[in-house]
């Protein structure tokens, strides 16, 4: 069964300092990846996605992301955070063999940035 | 390009009564797709369309949910005879044919709150 694992509730990262917001996943096959970040009383927007190709992968607002197979993780940075990306991440996963089924989302990690 | 709207986008309804949320996704997808959240979970996936056709449903959606897209645009997800257990954030989202596919663009969401 596809999972996804996000094992931080919540992270605190002061303005200007790197972020990690670590993500695991589990599936069957070779996965796609993605991240999504929820502003309150808003939408899911979407951030960046791992298709294939170069296992870093960049995307909007500055946030990148990892893909490492061996570890199964997707782990969303960002070299300066802004107090402005104080949301809620979600990174969710997909099984490629199955296409246009569901994403399987983690249950979220609040980021929040200081001033 | 307007985005995924949601209507309505919060639904005060007592227990026992059906309520109807329906869903605009962006007008060249055609992949539609119904999550459920709630607080303090990631989305869980209801149920998904290529265009008319209901191709995947979830455990989560029983006897008491039906989702329709009678003409491949808009779609409907209603709810009989409701339950407080039923009060989450309902999403929609749609995506669209070839490399694109595997993004989900996401709309505002529907607020249900079953007394």
């Known amino acids: 069964a596809q999972s996804v694992a996000q094992p931080e509730d919540q992270v605190n990262v002061a303005e200007g300092n790197p972020l990690t917001v670590k993500c695991t996943y589990s599936?069957?096959?070779?996965?796609?990846l993605f991240w999504y970040v929820q502003y309150p009383n808003r939408g899911l927007q979407f951030l960046l996605k791992?298709?294939?190709?170069?296992?870093l992968v960049k995307g909007s607002y500055g946030f990148e992301a990892e893909f490492n197979k061996s570890q199964t993780s997707f782990h969303l940075k960002k070299p300066s955070a802004l107090v402005s990306d104080s949301a809620l991440y979600f990174c969710?996963?997909?099984?490629?063999?199955?296409?246009?089924?569901?994403?399987?989302f983690g249950k979220g990690t609040t980021l929040s940035v200081s001033s | 390009d307007t985005g995924v709207s949601q209507d309505p986008r919060h639904k005060i309804t007592k227990r026992g009564q059906n309520v109807t949320f329906r869903c605009d996704p962006i007008s060249e997808h055609n992949r539609l797709y119904w999550y459920r959240q709630t607080l303090g979970q990631g989305p869980e996936f209801l149920t998904y369309?290529?265009?008319?056709?209901?191709?995947?449903k979830s455990r989560l959606l029983s006897d008491r949910f039906s989702a329709e897209r009678p003409k491949g645009s808009f779609s409907t997800l209603e709810i009989q005879r409701t339950e407080q257990g039923d009060s989450a954030m309902y999403l929609c989202a749609s995506s669209g044919q070839g490399v694109s596919y595997n993004e989900q663009f996401f709309g505002p969401g529907t607020r249900l709150t079953v007394l």
């Open positions: 791992y298709i294939t190709g170069d296992n």
């Open positions: 369309f290529q265009n008319e056709a209901q191709l995947e």
């Open positions: 599936v069957s096959g070779n996965p796609y």
């Open positions: 969710a996963v997909r099984d490629r063999i199955q296409a246009g089924t569901a994403l399987i």
